[in-house]
C-alpha cells in the first residue's frame, strides 16, 4: 500500500551545503535536510516554512519516512540520526506507564498509542529529551539530549495534489512549491506537486515569449490547475499523442481532441482524464470505493459489512479475548484494555511493570534491602540478621541475636550479627563462642564470701605426699619392697586427681552467679 502512495522519487536541492530529499503523497511532502541542527532550530526551520518535524504515529508514517530515508541512501546516512517531532519537556517526568512515556509529539495531536522505542527512556523530570531515529537501528526511537546535533524531517501536510503540467509544444515551466523559498530546477522533477503550487509558464521556448501563471487549486474536491490549455495544443496526435492523457483525435483545423476511456471523464483542461467518481449519492454506509465499472462499499477500521454489501457493524473484540485476563471495554470501531494493578498499556496490551527496576526511586515502591518482583505486583525481603517491620514491610529491623544468648560468656549486638568475647583470663575458642582459659595467664584463686572459698582452702589442705604418714619403716624385704613401690604409685595417682579436682572446682565455681 505505500508503494502505491508513494508518488514522487527523490529531489536533492544543492544551496552551497544544504541537501533537501523531499517525498510527496496524495496527503502531504516530507523533506529530509541533510543539515545537522540542534533539535529547537530543526523545529523551527520546519514551522518557518509552513509544516513540522515528522510523526510517526502509526505504521503508515513509519513506511513513509523509511522511503524518504531509503531514497537519500547515495549520500550514506545509514549511521545516522534524524530528529523526529517527540520530546518530553523540561519539568515533566518520564512516565512508564504510556505508550509514549510521558513524551509528547510536537504537533497535533500530540498523544498517540503507537510507540517504537528501541529501550527504554531516561527516567528524568528535570532534563528535556529529545527522539531521533536512524536507518541502522529499524528507525526505533532512542532518546537523547536535545542539545546534540541531527539530521531532521519536516512534515507538510496537503489537501491535494496536482500532476505536472503537459507542455503542447515547447517550452518551459518552473515550479514555487509552498514549503521551498527558491523555484526548483529544471532537474528537481517532482510526479505530484502540493496545492498551493504556483507554476510560472512560458510557451515557445524564448525570453520574449508569452508567459502566464497556473496555481493548484482545490475545484470541488478534484484538484488540477487553473489555465486550462499550456500554450498551443499540437496539430498532430503523433506528436505526444497530442497532449492528451488516453485518446487522441484529430479534428479538420481545429486541431487535436482529447477523449477519456470508459469510467474516466475529461478535465478542464481538456487533456487530462479522471476517474469518473461513481460514489455520488451511493448508499454505502461508510465509506464508498469507485471503480471503472461503478462502485464498492467498504467500512472504516473495527467495523465489518453487513450481508447487504452497504452496510457496517462494530466488531466485538473484547469476545475475542483481545486483553487476556484483564478488564475489556469495547467501543465504537476499537477497543481498549483496562490493566489491573502491576502492569500498564503497551501496544494495546497489559505487560507486567518490574516495579523493582522502573521504580525503585519512588517511596511508594522503594525496598530498603532486597526487592522481589512478581507478575502485577512485588515484595520486599530483608538480609540475613534482619527481620521486616510489622508496620512497614518495605523497611528491615536489626535482629537482636543475643537475647537469644549464643554466646556462652558476653554477647554484643551488632548490625545484622553479633560478637561474643569472655571475662579476664579467658579467650574465644576458634568456634567463635565457647571461652577456654588463657594460656598466658596464672590461674589465681581468690577467697569468696561464701562456703565456696573455704571449700576450696580445704581441697588445697588435702595431703599430697608421696609416701605413707607413719614413721615406721617396715624391714627391707622383696615383700614390702613391692609393697611399698605400689603405695607410692597410689598416692601420686591420687595427688594427680586431686589437682584436676581442684581445677574442675575453680572453673565451676567462676560461672556460677
Known sequence: MMRVLILMLSCFVSGGTVRVSTTCTP???????????????????????????????????????????????????????????????????????????????????????????????LSTCTEKRCVSISLVDGLKWSDGSCRDSAFYMCKFLFKGMCKPILLEEPGDVKYNVPFLFKPLTPNERLAMLPHGTLAKIQCGGSEDAKTFDSICVNNNALFGWTTERFCARNESCKRKNGGCDHHCFETAG????????????LKDDKVSCALRNNCENSPCESECIPTATGFSCACAEGFHLTEDNVSCVDIDECQQRTCGEHRCQNTPGSYFCECKPGFRLVAGKCEDVDECTEFSSLVQFSCQQGCLNSQGSFSCYCHAGYSSSSNDSRKCIDIDECVSRPCEDICLNTLGSFKCSCRENFILAKNGISCVPDPTEKIQITQSPDHRGEFITKLSQLPVTSGPSTVNTPPLNKTNTKADSSKRKESFLGSYWILVLKQVVYVCFRFLP
Open 254 to 265: 481545429a486541431g487535436v481532441r482529447c477523449e477519456c476511456r470508459e469510467g474516466y471523464y
Open 27 to 121: 496527503e502531504a511532502c516530507l523533506t529530509l535536510h541533510l543539515e545537522e541542527k540542534l533539535f529547537e532550530k530543526a523545529s523551527e526551520d520546519c514551522i518557518n516554512n509552513g509544516g513540522n518535524l515528522v510523526t510517526m504515529r502509526n505504521e503508515n508514517e513509519l513506511q513513509s519516512i523509511k522511503s524518504v530515508l531509503l531514497a537519500a541512501g547515495e549520500y550514506n546516512i545509514l549511521n545516522s540520526k534524524v530528529w523526529i517531532g517527540l520530546a518530553l519537556q523540561k519539568r515533566n517526568c518520564t512516565d512508564f506507564t504510556e505508550e509514549l512515556n510521558g513524551f509528547r509529539w510536537t504537533s497535533a495531536p500530540t498523544d498517540s498509542k503507537y510507540s517504537n522505542w528501541k529501550k527504554k527512556p
